[in-house]
């Protein structure tokens, strides 16, 4: 009975030990001695690809269906951010990287109109992207760069030789805010080296030895608040955020992925804003704002005095927000809905460079940059006697434009080509008639049994009467039996490979490139949102099949060899 009670002692001291030891954890992590803790917020953008003005997005109003608002556009950011920090002292204005590279804006004045515009914005930070590199370090340098009056960061990046963007491109800085000190880390993907035109005297480290490292010194400072900002994509900032000690906050860029409750719209989410990881029980938040400046990300949260992040500070005030001009376009929403939007005017400075630069786009859209020698149809299922010139091309365009990732084939799905070329001059505008949607080109690493299903699947589509699915190749070609059943219309599918035609292996691994539309499902393209290897890189169709005519100037239709089908 002695031995019962002595251990029944034991077990409640002990079990005590274990509550006081708990308790007393929580009470730090989740103070509520709010008067004691560190308030920041944290507004941000990333992956803006020279989209300087407003831009349509379409939303489902449930019932009533759908409908087009004009969102974002950098004066409207530039007066929000603005009016925000005169109430706000605690407040930083972050992007992400690639500012550059998706409009006329950088085709014609290769950043120039981007960092004018930028400079007026009152940014903290900007982390280098990939796209940044895209013209190669003198470009980078001249035209955005040495014009930049807000730090530029990349801890990664490392010169074989002294050059000039040294000078200018910080690896962290510490911003002073009331009485603390934050640090701001900025990481580049090292992918840069293999999808953009650093050139050879410019390499990246891998990010989280780097990290790690500049984390150990900012403690060596003092220093216990610790933000990240990436251009690394949003589940590598995950991982980095489990592997690297006390980073409190990544700010990312590059994946163009969507957070936050967007269902709501009618939108894609990948995940929720923010996104909460732990490392050694203490939160790291990961956030990140879709692209193109549709959305800013509108971060705030609370540090106890050790800097650690109070637990749930972050839900009451964070989210992710659209700017409006105008309340008008919100009409027919429902209140939850509504409560994404928030009304902006211009900022007057920014709409005037905008504009001085927009009247130069104008009159640069008339510019002739090729000749087509024939007419270039756009049949969208080619008959016996009639076949598709301009789509093939497309293909070529997106398939040269990668060739360097050793990516196999390309694929242009007919309705995302709106119009024929004529024989003759072929103006920009006339190139962006062509391809008016914006769509950045994807890539997608599936087996040859997932090509197969879904090239099926789109000519069947295609032949029930939904003609824009019907599939355009180039670095594949297929024979079309349009009388047989789904399933075994196409035959004799050969990818060319090492300099010659090969027949399609079902069980071997191929690169295809693709427009973001079919990859995310559109023209019933559904199998590509089941394929998880898959990477966004940001050229835009259009400027990628500028280019290509500005390159061969004299344009015919794909070489007959090339050409992606034959009908049986």
């Given at each position: 009975?002695?031995?019962?009670?002595?251990?029944l002692?034991?077990?409640?001291?002990?079990?005590?030990?274990?509550?006081?030891?708990c308790?007393?954890?929580q009470?730090?992590?989740?103070?509520?001695?709010?008067s004691e803790s560190?308030?920041?917020?944290?507004?941000?953008?990333?992956?803006?690809?020279?989209?300087?003005?407003?831009?349509?997005?379409t939303?489902?109003?449930q019932?009533?269906?759908?409908?087009?608002?004009?969102?974002?556009?950098?004066?409207?950011?530039?007066d929000?951010?603005q009016?925000?920090?005169?109430?706000?002292k605690?407040?930083?204005?972050l992007?992400?990287?690639?500012?550059v590279?998706?409009?006329?804006?950088?085709?014609?004045?290769?950043?120039?109109?981007?960092?004018t515009?930028?400079?007026?914005?009152?940014?903290?930070?900007?982390?280098?992207g990939?796209?940044?590199?895209?013209?190669?370090?003198?470009v980078?340098?001249q035209k955005?760069?040495?014009?930049?009056?807000?730090?530029?960061?990349c801890?990664n990046?490392?010169?074989?030789?002294?050059?000039?963007?040294?000078?200018?491109?910080?690896?962290?800085?510490?911003?002073?805010?009331?009485?603390?000190?934050?640090?701001?880390l900025?990481?580049?993907?090292?992918?840069?080296?293999?999808?953009?035109?650093?050139?050879?005297?410019?390499?990246?480290?891998?990010?989280?030895k780097?990290?790690?490292?500049?984390?150990?010194?900012?403690k060596?400072m003092?220093?216990?608040?610790?933000?990240?900002l990436?251009h690394?994509?949003?589940?590598?900032?995950?991982?980095?955020?489990?592997?690297?000690?006390?980073i409190?906050?990544?700010?990312?860029?590059?994946?163009?992925?969507?957070?936050?409750?967007l269902?709501?719209?009618?939108?894609?989410?990948?995940?929720p804003?923010?996104?909460?990881?732990y490392n050694?029980?203490?939160?790291v938040l990961?956030v990140?704002a879709w692209?193109?400046?549709?959305?800013?990300?509108?971060?705030?949260?609370?540090?106890?005095?050790?800097?650690?992040?109070?637990?749930?500070?972050?839900?009451?005030?964070?989210?992710?927000?659209?700017?409006?001009?105008?309340?008008?376009g919100?009409q027919?929403?429902?209140?939850?809905?509504?409560?994404?939007?928030?009304?902006?005017?211009?900022?007057?400075?920014?709409e005037?460079?905008?504009?001085?630069?927009?009247?130069?786009?104008?009159?640069l859209?008339?510019?002739?940059?090729?000749?087509?020698?024939?007419?270039?149809?756009?049949?969208?299922?080619?008959?016996?006697?009639?076949?598709?010139?301009?789509?093939?091309?497309?293909?070529?365009s997106?398939?040269?434009?990668?060739?360097?990732?050793?990516?196999?084939?390309?694929?242009?799905?007919a309705?995302?080509?709106?119009?024929?070329?004529?024989?003759?001059?072929?103006?920009?505008?006339?190139?962006?008639?062509?391809?008016?949607?914006g769509?950045?080109?994807?890539?997608f690493?599936?087996?040859?049994?997932?090509?197969?299903?879904?090239?099926?699947?789109?000519?069947d589509?295609?032949l029930?009467?939904?003609?824009?699915?019907?599939?355009?190749?180039?670095?594949?070609k297929f024979?079309l039996?349009?009388?047989?059943?789904?399933g075994?219309?196409?035959?004799?599918?050969?990818?060319?490979r090492?300099?010659?035609?090969?027949?399609?292996?079902?069980?071997?691994?191929?690169?295809?490139?693709?427009?973001?539309?079919?990859?995310?499902?559109?023209?019933?393209?559904?199998?590509?949102?089941?394929?998880?290897?898959?990477?966004?890189l940001?050229?835009?169709?259009?400027?990628?099949?500028?280019?290509?005519?500005?390159?061969?100037?004299?344009?015919?239709?794909?070489?007959?060899?090339?050409?992606?089908?034959?009908?049986?």
């Amino acid at each position: 009975m002695r031995k019962k009670r002595w251990l029944l002692v034991v077990c409640i001291f002990l079990l005590s030990a274990i509550v006081v030891s708990c308790v007393k954890k929580q009470e730090i992590i989740n103070s509520k001695d709010l008067s004691e803790s560190f308030v920041l917020r944290i507004i941000h953008v990333n992956d803006t690809h020279s989209h300087l003005n407003p831009l349509a997005l379409t939303i489902n109003k449930q019932k009533k269906g759908n409908s087009k608002i004009l969102v974002g556009g950098y004066a409207y950011i530039a007066d929000y951010v603005q009016k925000e920090k005169k109430q706000d002292k605690n407040i930083l204005f972050l992007h992400a990287g690639d500012a550059v590279q998706g409009t006329l804006y950088y085709t014609f004045f290769q950043g120039i109109a981007d960092i004018t515009s930028l400079n007026l914005l009152s940014l903290d930070a900007m982390v280098l992207g990939n796209h940044e590199f895209d013209k190669g370090p003198e470009v980078l340098w001249q035209k955005f760069v040495s014009r930049a009056n807000f730090p530029i960061l990349c801890a990664n990046i490392y010169f074989k030789k002294p050059n000039k963007l040294q000078s200018k491109i910080k690896k962290y800085i510490i911003m002073q805010i009331g009485r603390e000190k934050v640090a701001i880390l900025g990481l580049t993907t090292p992918d840069t080296q293999n999808i953009s035109s650093p050139g050879n005297n410019i390499g990246f480290k891998d990010v989280k030895k780097v990290a790690s490292d500049f984390v150990q010194l900012f403690k060596k400072m003092g220093i216990n608040k610790v933000i990240v900002l990436s251009h690394l994509g949003y589940k590598q900032d995950i991982k980095l955020a489990r592997e690297v000690e006390d980073i409190d906050i990544i700010v990312g860029g590059h994946s163009h992925t969507p957070l936050g409750k967007l269902e709501e719209l009618g939108l894609p989410s990948e995940g929720p804003y923010p996104t909460i990881v732990y490392n050694h029980n203490k939160p790291v938040l990961v956030v990140t704002a879709w692209k193109w400046g549709y959305v800013l990300g509108d971060l705030k949260v609370a540090f106890d005095r050790r800097g650690v992040i109070l637990e749930n500070s972050w839900q009451k005030d964070s989210r992710i927000i659209f700017l409006l001009g105008s309340k008008t376009g919100i009409q027919g929403l429902t209140a939850r809905q509504k409560a994404f939007f928030v009304s902006s005017q211009k900022n007057k400075k920014v709409e005037q460079n905008i504009l001085d630069y927009s009247k130069e786009v104008e009159k640069l859209k008339k510019k002739v940059v090729g000749k087509a020698l024939k007419s270039l149809s756009n049949i969208r299922i080619p008959q016996t006697d009639k076949r598709n010139d301009l789509a093939p091309l497309v293909a070529k365009s997106m398939y040269l434009k990668t060739k360097y990732l050793e990516v196999d084939l390309a694929l242009q799905n007919a309705g995302g080509v709106r119009t024929s070329l004529a024989k003759g001059p072929i103006t920009v505008a006339d190139i962006y008639e062509v391809l008016p949607f914006g769509n950045s080109l994807v890539l997608f690493e599936l087996s040859g049994k997932e090509l197969k299903t879904i090239l099926e699947k789109a000519v069947d589509r295609a032949l029930q009467g939904r003609t824009g699915p019907f599939p355009y190749l180039y670095g594949a070609k297929f024979k079309l039996r349009k009388a047989n059943p789904l399933g075994r219309r196409i035959v004799d599918l050969v990818i060319y490979r090492n300099n010659r035609w090969e027949p399609l292996k079902l069980e071997e691994k191929y690169l295809l490139v693709t427009n973001s539309f079919v990859a995310r499902g559109g023209d019933f393209y559904l199998d590509f949102k089941k394929i998880k290897a898959k990477e966004d890189l940001g050229f835009i169709d259009a400027e990628v099949f500028l280019e290509f005519v500005q390159e061969r100037k004299l344009l015919r239709g794909v070489e007959e060899e090339f050409y992606p089908l034959e009908e049986l």
